[in-house]
Structures are given as structure tokens and as C-alpha cells.
């Protein structure tokens, strides 16, 4: 998955309060997996808690922006942020995170290689862009600049198939259907969650 946003320096500020929910394991690289960066140090996000960065020093735990807590973390422009994981038995995967992002100048999708199961971004009038096989998709639903919204996808394992929902930034809120059923990227090699990634 790639969210994708902003031309300023910081940009993209997945609060990612992040959680992987799935029955499975406890241990690294499993899901359930909770990520709400306020139990981190401040400063560089790589090599905390499995975070890995392109660009070590581009993305930070810091306390100027966050969602519900004390820290987010900032994704600096055309940077790159995932955590690895390796549970072959989870199928049906949720992802929860809240992220506050600013509208891209440049509405070209985020480049894809290798094995993706789904992809979304919000281009520069606010429209959700979503991966359907290996086409990009705008859709009506928008969401505002600089404000936290809560993104939830549901990966599909089984059906190769995933589905995206949208919540505003009161906690818990209920979400709204954006869309669902969606094929798979590349289904041919996506048979369990491996990575969630966050470009900017």
C-alpha cells in the first residue's frame, strides 16, 4: 500500500496509529501488529520496532504533529517507510491508520514493482486513486488536506480481492465504504501480507 501526498518537505504525516489486526501470533514480523509511536524515542523511525526507511534520516517520531497521543510519525517528500511481515497462516488481513496529509503538486501515481496487493493515494484535488489489477482508478470520494482521517483496508488473501474504507478523526467513528471487491495488483504472487509501505 502507498499512500502518496505532499510537495512540502514534511508532507505526509501518517499519525499511524497503526494496527495490523489478524488472528495470529505475537512475535516480530506477525500480526497483530500495533504501532502508536508514543512508546518510541523521538527522531529517526528506522530500525525501531522493524521500521525500515530508503532514506534513513526522512522519517521521524516527533511530537509537532499528532494524532491521538503524543507522537507521529513525519514522512519526509519522496521518501519510502514499511515494516516487513512473515505469517504465511493470516489470509484476511485488516490495516488501520490515521494519517494527515497535504495535496500533492504532481498527480502522477507513485511507481509499482514487484509483488503489490493494493495501492491508493489522493491526488492534488483532494480524489482517492486506487489500484485496480494493474490499473490506476479516480474516484469520487475526496478527502481534505491537512486534516487526520482514518484509512482502513481489508486484503483479501484468498480472493485476491481488497476494499477501502474512510473514517474522519474522531476515534472509533464508524467507517464509510469507499470501495470494495477490488482485484489484486499482481495476484499471481501475493499469497499472504508481507510489507506495509508508505510512500511520499
Keep these: 500500500m502507498r499512500p502518496r501526498s505532499g510537495a512540502r518537505r514534511r508532507g505526509w504525516v501518517p499519525g499511524l496509529a497503526l494496527g495490523l489486526l489478524a488472528a ?6 506477525t500480526v497483530p501488529f500495533m504501532e502508536p509511536f508514543d512508546t518510541l524515542p523521538s527522531g529517526v523511525l528506522h530500525a525501531q520496532n522493524s521500521w525500515e526507511s530508503q532514506r534513513q534520516r526522512d522519517v521521524q517520531v516527533q511530537t509537532t504533529v499528532a494524532f491521538d497521543g503524543a507522537k507521529a510519525a513525519v514522512v519526509a517528500t519522496n521518501a519510502v517507510l514499511w515494516n516487513s511481515f512473515n505469517d504465511p497462516a493470516v489470509t484476511n488481513v485488516w490495516i488501520d491508520f490515521y494519517a ?12 509499482i514493482t514487484g509483488s503489490v496487493a493494493a495501492a491508493f493515494y489522493v491526488d492534488s484535488s483532494g480524489a482517492l486513486r486506487v489500484t485496480s489489477n494493474n490499473t490506476w482508478l479516480t474516484l469520487s470520494q475526496t478527502v481534505p488536506s491537512n486534516v487526520w482521517r482514518r484509512y482502513t483496508v481489508n486484503l483479501d488473501y484468498v480472493t485476491h480481492r481488497w476494499s477501502l474504507f474512510l473514517a474522519d478523526e474522531v476515534p472509533n467513528r464508524l467507517s464509510t465504504t469507499v470501495i470494495t471487491n477490488v482485484p489484486f495488483w499482481s495476484s499471481s504472487t501475493n499469497a499472504y501480507f508481507q510489507r506495509f509501505r508508505v510512500k511520499n
Design 24 to 29: 495470529a501470533g505475537l512475535r516480530a514480523g
Design 100 to 111: 494527515r496529509q497535504r495535496y500533492p503538486s504532481n498527480d502522477a501515481p507513485p511507481s
